[in-house]
């Protein structure tokens, strides 16, 4: 079965690293930056071992970014806004 239309929100642009990211009102910043390519989104305490996206769903804390200059906010449960700035450790950024 496939699914003829997806209804998506207004586009908007939110920077990651400072670069800029199309992204959908209504979506979360996770779903913007794994549509983005991101699969590192910080180091382990250690700093020995990459974390990304896990659960999706809030309960894991692995998906933790910097939104708008406050550390520690989980992606997943965050909805994009217009212009919002997240800080991630992708080296690839």
Do not use: W
């Not at 239309?5 to 979360?28: C, D, M, P």
């Not at 305490?45 to 804390?61: I, P, Q």
């Amino acid at each position: 079965m496939r699914i003829e239309t997806i209804s998506r929100g207004e586009q908007v642009t939110l920077f990651v690293n400072g670069k800029a990211v199309t992204a959908y009102r209504g979506e979360t910043v996770h779903a913007a930056l794994l549509a983005a390519g991101c699969r590192v989104l910080r180091k382990s305490k250690t700093g020995a071992e990459s974390r990304g996206f896990l659960c999706g769903m809030g309960v894991c804390y692995e998906c933790l970014v910097t939104i708008n200059g406050l550390a520690g906010q989980r992606a997943c449960m965050r909805l994009v806004e217009d212009g919002m700035e997240v800080q991630i450790d992708d080296p690839d950024l």
